[in-house]
C-alpha cells in the first residue's frame, strides 16, 4: 500500500504472531519506527535480528493481564522514542470451549486480556501521548463477535469479549475525538497464518465464503495502514470486516 509513515512511531502489542509479523513488515516498508510489544520477548528478539536492515525497530515484554506492567512497557517506548503516533493492539487470548464447560476463572481470564487490557493499554497511551498529540488506535476483535460457530473456532467468552471490543472501539471514538484520536477496529474472519496453513483445513471448507479462501496477513496489515493513515483521517468508531464476504452470507 503506497502511504508514508516515515518519522511515525507505531506500537503494536502481539508483534510475535503471525499477524502482527505482517503488520510489523508493513510499517517498516511504509517508514515507519516500530516498537513491538508481546509477552514472548525472546519471540520479538528473534523477529527483530531478522529485519537487520531496519534500524527503527524495538522490543518490550509486555503482560496484559497487569496494568503496572502495561505503563512500563508504554513508557519505555516514550522514552526511546519520543513520541506514539498509532497503536495496533493484536495481543489477545484464544481457547475455543463448550459454553457449558467455560467456569468463572477462565471467563475472567479471557475479558482481563482481551477487554481490559485492551482498554487498560489505549487509555495509557491517550493519556501519556495522544491526548496532547492526536494519534490513531486499531482494536483487533474478530468475526466471532459478529456471527456464531460450529466446532472449535470460537466459544461464548472469546466470541463476548471480542464484542466487548467493538463496543469500546464506538464509546472511546466518541470521546477521543476531541483529542484528535481516532479509534477504529479490524475483524478478521479466518487467517491463514502459519498456525492456521498447519491446520490442514480442507478447501471444502472455504466454499461459504464468497471469495472462496482465508485471508492472508497481508491483507489484514494493509487494512489496518489504511486506518491509520491520513487517507482514513475521517474514519473513526468504525468496525471493518475483513472475511472475503463470509459473515454476510445467507444459509
Known sequence: MNVNFKDKVIVITGAAGGIGQSVVNAYLESGAKVAMLDRDLKSLELLQDNMIKYDDIKSYEMNLLDVKSIEKSIEAVLKDFGRIDVLVQIAGLMNSANSENIDEGSWDKMFDINTK????????????????NGGSIINFSSAAAIRGFDGNMASTHYSASKGALISMTKQLAVEWGKYNIRVNAVVPGGVLTPAMEAMNFDNKMFESIPLKRLSRPEEIANTVLFLTSNKASMITGQAIVIDGGASVVGQ
Open 117 to 132: 487490557g485492551s482498554f487498560f493499554t489505549a487509555k495509557i497511551t491517550m493519556e501519556k501521548f495522544m491526548k496532547e
